[in-house]
Structure formats: structure tokens, C-alpha cells
């Protein structure tokens, strides 16, 4: 069964900092990984999606790896800004199933 | 840009009661998923649905569950007879394609007293 760990559980950085968020898989035997966000009490909002085949992929200040074997992905958010305050969520896509196993998630918080 | 909404954002209702939660998933997509999450818990995979037919369910999707697409835009999730455990933040979500990007709604709240 496909296990989702993302650390830390939370993070509080000032703004301006870079920083990364790190996700880990059991089951190498991935179609893809999306990366989401999520506001308080809001749903989820897309951020990127990255293929097994792909190593990395970028939008904007957030740059997404994936290293496949080892079971890891990082999220890395650039000049972060109080507006990136939200909880972060690493999804897993199985190959050949469409659902999604997702983490629990890293809570950030960007202080001005 | 096209989202998917939800109906209703909140719903408190009686354990025992029926509820019916609404979806208008993204017009051209063809995917259609449902997910729950339990306050402080992680999202978890409810049921997939595709071409007018279950693809795929969790262990969570028992027989209390079903879903319908009643109509050309609409995708619905019932719950029979809803427990306590029933409440949770329910997300519908929709896709292109079984392995594109899916796209969620911003919930519907569940409380059952």
C-alpha cells in the first residue's frame, strides 16, 4: 500500500527566504506527482505536475523534483512572500490507476 | 479560467439522513473523482467515475456511497444514511484524462450531529 510522508509538518520562514518542502513514497511504481495547495478551509489548488520520466518541473518561483528510485520529490519555493502562507500537498498517481494517494501535508507560514 | 464547483460549501444534517452533494465538474473533462477529508487528516480517495460508470472505489466507498450523473454537467455523491464519521470537507475533483492533472473543488463542509 502506497504511503505518502511529507516533512516537516509545518514550517515558519520570514519572507524573502527560499526553502523546500520534501514528500516521500513507499511504491516506486508511480505514474506521476502533483504538488498542491491548499488555502484554510479551501480546496485544493493545482500547482505542478511532474511524470515518473521527468526529473523536474517549474512555474514561476516553484520548482518541482522527482527522484523516482529513492522515492522523493522537493518542492522548492523561491523569495518566498506572506501570500505563499498555505498548507502544501504532495500527491502520488499509481501507474495504471488515476486516484491519487496524497501526504498530510506541510503547513507554511512566510512572515513579513 | 474553467473550475469546478461545489454544492453546497456547508451542510449539517442528522445522523441517519440522506445528503446529496453536487458537483459541476470542467466542461471537456471526461474524469470525475470524489475526496474526503477528515479534519487534521489526510485526503483520501473516495471513487472515480468515468464514461458513466465506477472505475474505481476505495474500501471507504461502501454500499452507504453512490454516485450519479444525472444529467450532462452534474456529478453527485449520496450518502444513505450518514454516521457520525460521515463528516468531513468533501471534494469533488475532474480530469481530461485518467493521468492528467486533476482539478479540484473548493468542498462542501459535512457536519452530522
Known amino acids: 500500500k502506497q504511503e505518502v510522508t511529507q516533512i516537516p509538518a509545518a514550517l515558519s520562514v520570514p519572507e524573502g527566504e527560499n526553502l523546500v518542502l520534501n514528500c516521500s513514497f513507499t511504491d516506486s511504481a508511480i505514474y506521476n506527482l502533483q504538488w498542491f495547495r491548499q488555502d484554510p478551509g479551501k480546496g485544493l489548488t493545482s500547482l505542478l505536475l511532474?511524470?515518473?520520466?521527468?526529473r523536474e518541473q517549474t512555474s514561476g518561483r516553484l520548482n518541482a523534483s522527482l527522484d523516482k528510485s529513492s522515492g522523493r520529490s522537493t518542492l522548492y519555493i523561491a523569495a518566498s512572500q506572506p501570500g505563499d502562507s498555505a498548507t502544501y500537498l504532495c500527491?502520488?498517481?499509481?501507474?495504471?490507476?488515476?486516484?491519487?494517494?496524497f501526504g498530510k501535508g506541510t503547513m507554511l507560514l512566510v512572515s513579513p | 479560467e474553467p473550475e469546478v464547483t461545489q454544492t453546497p460549501s456547508h451542510q449539517v444534517t442528522q445522523m441517519g439522513q440522506e445528503v446529496i452533494l453536487r458537483c459541476v465538474p470542467i466542461s471537456n473533462h471526461l474524469y470525475f473523482y470524489w475526496y474526503r477529508q477528515i479534519l487534521g487528516q489526510k485526503v483520501e480517495f473516495l471513487v472515480s467515475?468515468?464514461?458513466?460508470?465506477?472505475?474505481?472505489k476505495s474500501e471507504i466507498f461502501d454500499d452507504q456511497f453512490s454516485v450519479e450523473r444525472p444529467d450532462g454537467s452534474n456529478f453527485t455523491l449520496k450518502i444513505r444514511s450518514t454516521k457520525l464519521e460521515d463528516s468531513a470537507m468533501y471534494f469533488c475533483a475532474s480530469s481530461e484524462g485518467s493521468e492528467e492533472t486533476q482539478y479540484f473543488g473548493p468542498g462542501t463542509r459535512l457536519l452530522v450531529l
Open positions: 511532474i511524470q515518473s520520466s521527468q
Open positions: 500527491a502520488v498517481r499509481r501507474s495504471g490507476y488515476s486516484t491519487l494517494t
Open positions: 467515475f468515468y464514461n458513466n460508470e465506477i472505475s474505481e
